[in-house]
């Protein structure tokens, strides 16, 4: 029997917020779903659709599409980009789709946003799990930077003189960034077609006026954003998890893995950015292995 599948739009604030949910259905007997958010800001969900593996007929997995990128709609108004404003329609989505209980899994600004949202006590949610992630963009931004220094010289002169000139739009500038996101955000070359479909479909607007114009180079809304101090706020069961290349270095990491109390952290060696891409039966094992542990704890079923 396959696994039950749909999709649909919800209103927010007056604009389409697409999602798509993978299983459930046995009435009685339906696991805590598991909502996922993706990152960028502004990179829809296609590159995380992987994690529908985790769906069964007693669990859902719910993906949905950030306003302003993929199937969502797309407003023109660089000034709706914030982060209270993802926050709001996170709990929107999960008002609407009737999520009582929820795993929270967040990858990369998706684990920021997760963080933000953990952060106002929310009921129902079950775990968290934080996905190459950070609790503040100024060690992101500094370890980012760390790592673009060990790229061959030509390619930082590249990346220097177009940020300087305020041309990071240009081609060369674009492709010199390649060679940073092929050591530290994708290591499979070609990008998976899943990987490039959400880079295909990303919301341009929404990543410049919130991160900038790369990975390293963030000047945008985000650029300030700062929780380590509040982690241990934080008290569901968490699970954090990077990868060996991960721009998301060691460092972050361990800072999460050791301010929020009991949480666990799992290093992925072959991987970069997206370990769920890049070690997908390893990474989906690990996901399956805590979803038990905490519904064997809590009786979260």
């Known amino acids: 029997m396959s696994i039950r599948e749909h999709e649909g739009y919800i209103s927010v604030e007056g604009y389409k917020v697409w999602y798509r949910s993978v299983g459930g259905g046995v009435g009685g007997q339906e696991q805590t779903p598991i909502l996922t958010l993706h990152g960028g800001p502004g990179v829809p969900s296609a590159y995380i659709e992987d994690m529908a593996q985790l769906a069964s007929d007693t669990r859902r997995v719910i ?37 009582a209980k929820i795993h929270l899994w967040g990858q990369s600004w998706g684990g920021m946003l997760a963080i933000e949202y953990a952060l106002t006590q929310p009921q129902g949610m079950e775990s968290l799990t934080l996905a190459s992630t950070s609790s503040s963009m100024p060690t992101w931004i500094a370890e ?15 990346l220097l003189r177009h940020e300087a000139a ?11 960034m390649l060679a940073f996101y092929e050591r530290h955000v994708i290591r499979i070359v070609p990008m998976p077609p899943q990987v490039a479909r959400a ?3 990303m919301g341009q607007q929404v990543y410049f006026t919130m991160n900038g114009p790369s990975e390293f180079h963030v000047v945008g809304v985000i650029k300030d954003w700062e929780r380590t101090n509040r982690l241990h706020e934080i008290k569901v069961p968490t699970l954090i998890t990077s990868g060996f290349y991960d721009e998301s270095t060691p460092l972050i990491n361990e800072t999460m893995q050791k301010e929020i109390a009991g949480s666990e952290w799992v290093l992925f060696k072959h991987s970069s950015h997206m370990a769920h891409v890049e070690e997908m039966d390893l990474y989906m094992q690990v996901m399956r292995n805590f979803l038990h542990r905490v519904e064997n704890t809590t009786g979260g079923v």
């Open 199 to 201: 880079f295909d479909t």
């Open 166 to 176: 305020g041309t990071t739009d240009d081609p060369e500038y674009q492709t010199a």
């Open 144 to 158: 980012a930077n760390r790592l673009r220094d060990e790229l061959p010289e030509e390619i930082q002169n590249t």
């Open 63 to 99: 993906f949905y599409d950030q306003l302003g990128c993929g199937h969502s709609d797309r407003p023109d108004n660089p000034a709706m980009w914030t982060i209270q404003r993802f926050v709001d329609e996170l709990a929107m989505v999960r008002k609407a789709l009737g999520l």
